[in-house]
T-cell receptor, first 112, second 115 residues
Framework: GQSLEQPSEVTAVEGAIVQINCTYQ??????LSWYQQHDGGAPTFLSY????GLEETGRFSSFLSRSDSYGYLLLQELQMKDSASYFC?????????????FGTGTRLQVFP | DAGVIQSPRHEVTEMGQEVTLRCKPI?????LFWYRQTMMRGLELLIY????????DSGMPEDRFSAKMPNASFSTLKIQPSEPRDSAVYFC?????????????FGPGTRLLVL
């Protein structure tokens, strides 16, 4: 089966660092993606990990460990505009599909 | 590029009416995806196309839902007859054909309310 679990909500203050975890159960996948969605908006791509390790894009970093079935999104120097929902997603390799499976989503609230 | 275009942006209709949602993918993208998002069920894939051909429609909830892609620049998702439980935000997304390109580009969505 395929499932990706995330914490439902995370809160932090401006300037802080927050980590959003994603644990998954799938037999194999091509990589782990992260999307950001502001209230009333559409999901937008943030990062993609094809290989194990850390990928850094500005204030955002994403990490993948296939052996631990685990990944995370790290947001540094938090800003109010980072308040949004964050989704991890995988494309399941076992079914040779182009279908993305999205996680349950984590709502991040940044306070001043 | 204008990005993925969806219309209408908002739709309010009465139960039993037919609803048609429209999507124009990014030019040159060979994949098109229809998603539905609700608080209860999250973001779920309904159907996706590759080169205008439906590949996986296992997420389409029932026969009331149908989707077409008559050409590379246009797709429709139709609900007939609509029911209150169909109320949701419907997103269309597109992606290039390269298997190394995982990014999906989402349209702004259509917010559907069925009364």
């Amino acid at each position: 089966g395929q499932s990706l679990e995330q914490p439902s909500e995370v809160t932090a203050v401006e300037g802080a660092i927050v980590q959003i975890n994603c644990t998954y159960q799938t037999s194999g996948f091509y990589g782990l993606s992260w999307y950001q969605q502001h209230d009333g908006g559409a999901p937008t791509f943030l990062s993609y990990n094809a290989l194990d390790g850390l990928e850094e894009t500005g204030r955002f970093s994403s990490f993948l460990s296939r052996s631990d079935s685990y990944g995370y999104l790290l947001l540094q120097e938090l800003q109010m505009k980072d308040s949004a929902s964050y989704f991890c997603a995988v494309r399941d390799q076992a079914y040779n599909t182009d279908k993305l499976i999205f996680g349950t989503g984590t709502r991040l609230q940044v306070f001043p | 590029d204008a990005g993925v275009i969806q219309s209408p942006r908002h739709e309010v209709t009465e139960m039993g009416q037919e609803v048609t949602l429209r999507c124009k993918p990014i030019s040159g993208h060979d994949y098109l995806f229809w998603y539905r998002q609700t608080m209860m069920r999250g973001l779920e894939l309904l159907i996706y196309f590759n080169n205008n051909v439906p590949i996986d429609d296992s997420g389409m909830p029932e026969d009331r839902f149908s989707a077409k892609m008559p050409n590379a620049s246009f797709s429709t998702l139709k609900i007939q007859p609509s029911e209150p439980r169909d109320s949701a935000v419907y997103f269309c997304a597109s992606r290039p054909s390269s298997r190394r390109e995982e990014t999906q580009y989402f349209g702004p969505g259509t917010r559907l309310l069925v009364l």
